[in-house]
């Protein structure tokens, strides 16, 4: 599909990021409590401008290797979260997603995620799709355990944030079993 990308789910929009969310987008990659679950450490303004820019130029590339789309209420194009999927490998892709800590617990991280696994499968073909999550991050091991991803494993030492290495264990999902 071309750019840009809008995704309508149940809860949430998917839509391309603009240079309009950084204050959005800051307000989640630069809030500690956010980010002790995510590969990368809090983030200043700069590196939020940065972000967004880099994945403005990426998703005009052609082919689209990465589908990094921000997470608006439906009602509300203000950003409150983001849900991307890597492409690496043949027809795989990774899978990863963040919300703002204040709209924690009311089903936006889960329905960003479908919304775009969905798609993947549905209109980029994607084989498989894996997430690599925290051990002790049982919210996110909560979202895709409802969504039908299978454990597969633990990756050692698989990130390095917040000042040390930290396990990831790795989820996956593959067309067949997708029933989204």
């Given at each position: ?81 983001f849900a991307r ?22 089903g936006y991280a ?47 030492d698989h990130v ?21």
């Amino acid at each position: 599909m071309t750019y840009p990308i809008r995704i309508v789910g149940d809860q949430v929009v998917l839509r391309e990021f603009t240079l309009d969310d950084v204050d959005d987008v800051l307000a989640i990659i630069g809030d500690d409590a956010v980010t002790t679950w995510l590969s990368f450490d809090s983030r200043d303004r700069a590196q939020a401008v940065a972000m967004i820019e880099g994945t403005i130029e990426r998703a005009q590339q052609e082919p689209r290797t990465e589908f990094y789309l921000g997470a608006t209420k439906l009602d509300d194009d203000s950003v409150i979260g983001f849900a991307r999927i890597g492409i690496s490998g043949v027809r795989a892709g990774k899978l990863g997603y963040a919300i703002a800590a204040r709209e924690w617990g009311r089903g936006y991280a889960r329905d960003a995620a479908r919304t775009l696994v969905t798609y993947a499968f549905k209109e980029l073909g994607l084989h498989r799709i894996t997430a690599a999550i925290g051990p002790d991050n049982a919210a996110s091991i909560a979202v895709v355990q409802h969504l039908g991803f299978a454990r597969e494993g633990v990756l050692r030492d698989h990130v390095f944030t917040n000042g040390s290495w930290r396990d990831s264990v790795l989820f996956s999902v593959l067309d067949h079993e997708w029933s989204w």
